[in-house]
């Protein structure tokens, strides 16, 4: 379950990583102008429409054949794709076609990824003590921050230690190749993992289902339902009020690339703080008033915070980032255990894949839309517009959740795992 739990951290580097060296890149692979960000950006958002086709073929292969295949499999395809990254050639090295292979392997990135996250929460929520589960899957939840903050401190400390020139010459390669090596390191430590105990209980009663995908949409429309909006929220939240934060602090606070940087470097930490607190208010008060609380705070703080950070001040700027990380990690560590539990543990993976739908939607397609809003209008508070939306329209959802917590269910409820 450690091993599980941790493994998220390269996840997280890697898309993080993309969005940190958002600028960088688009002058490495588009060239010089406003216009090479939005499509470095743009890059990131066509290339998330793979996440649910992964989410969905790995999910296949989870709920018939096992958890720890669809982990093993996600790991070796994303340590390949990072390290070809690392390798490729630029735009002036061999032109426009640097940019659609840039493309090509973020395509293939998203769609290992799909089957990553959601094998990795339901076989935590499946080995978890019942009354613990929050906790424990919001340590995933914890360790794709601590992929964020070590994505943040690697570009930030080699934008640091490197020229502008040698950037874009090669410096931009080396984040990529320490993503390579982790990759390669957590592969090998998922091998020495073993199956869902839920999940071997279930296979050794033959209460595998050979279509999970079918009837999962025909028998838990509603669960779908909960668990796309609470995605959608934990995904607005993140890529929003996270990884966008450092292009948003560039390209409209007026920071330098580094400070930028180091400003995400806090935020990032803040939120591995806030995780295993978050995860742990789920198990004692229950996941529906844990992420009500963290829904309102979507709706009322987002538009301020990016207002201080456009002062030009660093301490304002902290502050608005730091908040918003703090409200995104709390929503996606209690989506960590939420999410897997409206669904039986046939079925599960398939359930969570149609929900990856709207990490693509309210994810990947969120920095782009938020820098091109900006760019357009000239209104700085679209970002926290677009957050405080989304958050408005989940708490009629939220607040009707049916609380899934074993500490908080009625005795007579059945667990759903």
């Not at 392997?105 to 080995?127: D, H, I, P, Q, W």
């Not at 939420?338 to 397609?365: C, D, H, K, M, Y």
């Not at 926290?384 to 939306?389: N, Q, S």
Request: aromatic share 10%.
């Amino acid at each position: 379950m450690a091993v599980a739990a941790f493994s998220t951290v390269v996840e997280w580097y890697d898309f993080t990583l993309y969005l940190y060296l958002t600028t960088v890149l688009s002058r490495v692979f588009f060239g010089p102008g406003a216009s090479s960000v939005l499509t470095t950006l743009a890059v990131f958002a066509v290339s998330y429409v793979m996440r649910p086709l992964g989410a969905l073929a790995f999910g296949h292969i989870g709920d018939r054949f096992g958890r720890r295949k669809v982990m093993l499999a996600s790991m070796s395809v994303m340590t390949v794709a990072m390290l070809i990254t690392a390798l490729l050639p630029t735009r002036e090295q061999i032109g426009p076609t640097a940019g659609l292979l840039l493309l090509l392997l973020r395509c293939v990135m998203s769609f290992s990824v799909g089957g990553e996250y959601t094998g990795v929460m339901a076989y935590l929520v499946e080995g978890a003590p019942p009354r613990r589960r929050g906790l424990i899957a919001s340590l995933a939840s914890a360790a794709s921050e601590v992929g964020a903050l070590l994505a943040v401190g690697v570009a930030a400390l080699t934008t640091a230690l490197t020229s502008s020139s040698v950037m874009d010459a090669w410096g931009w390669r080396v984040p990529f190749l320490v993503g390579a090596l982790l990759a390669g390191g957590t592969l090998i430590a998922r091998s020495t993992m073993r199956e869902s105990p839920a999940f071997e209980a279930a296979r050794k009663a033959r209460a595998i289902d050979r279509s999970p995908l079918w009837r999962t949409l025909r028998n838990r429309r509603p669960a779908v339902y909960r668990t796309f909006t609470i995605s959608a929220l934990g995904s607005i939240t993140y890529y929003v009020g996270i990884t966008y934060v450092p292009t948003y602090l560039t390209s409209v606070g007026g920071f330098a690339e580094g400070d930028a940087l180091w400003l995400s470097t806090v935020a990032s930490a803040a939120v591995i703080v806030i995780t295993p607190f978050a995860g742990v208010m789920a198990d004692r008060f229950g996941r529906r008033p844990t992420l009500v609380v963290f829904a309102v705070l979507s709706l009322v703080l987002p538009v301020s915070m990016f207002g201080l950070m456009t002062r030009g001040h660093a301490a304002a700027a902290l502050i608005g980032a730091v908040a918003l990380a703090l409200v995104a990690g709390g929503v996606s560590a209690v989506g960590a255990s939420s999410t897997p539990e409206q669904f039986p543990i046939a079925g599960r993976l398939s359930g969570l894949a149609v929900a990856t739908v709207a990490t693509t939607i309210f994810g990947g397609l969120t920095p782009y839309a938020s820098q091109a809003l900006v760019t357009s209008t000239g209104w700085n508070f679209v970002p926290g517009l677009l957050v405080a939306g989304v958050a408005l329209l989940a708490l009629p959802v939220l607040w009707r959740l049916p609380e899934t917590a074993p500490s908080r269910r009625r005795p007579v409820e059945r667990p759903s795992s």
